[in-house]
């Protein structure tokens, strides 16, 4: 009878071992994951940002600056250069 709890005691232990393993790893993975995506995200905006500053640097020197998307092309000037 004292072995039976015994055995009994030591699987429940190992079950809530490996669940609280499982927990902890889930929730390890799960921040890993949000902080890559906060990442990308940070990249993504900054590329937008230096995108945007490199067209308006060379917009303001007064020379058109094309703009290309798919097929379809696009050139802009500043207005202040527009006489």
Known sequence: MRRQRLV???ILLVLLL?????IV??????MKQRS???TF???AQYGYEQG???VIQQAVTCQQVPLI???QTINIIAVDCIK
């Open 41 to 43: 995200q940070r990249g």
């Open 8 to 10: 009994t005691s030591l």
């Open 69 to 71: 998307v798919g097929n």
């Open 18 to 22: 490996l669940a609280v393993g499982y």
């Open 25 to 30: 790893f889930d929730k390890y993975a799960e």
């Open 36 to 38: 890559e995506l906060n």
């Open 52 to 54: 945007i500053l490199a």
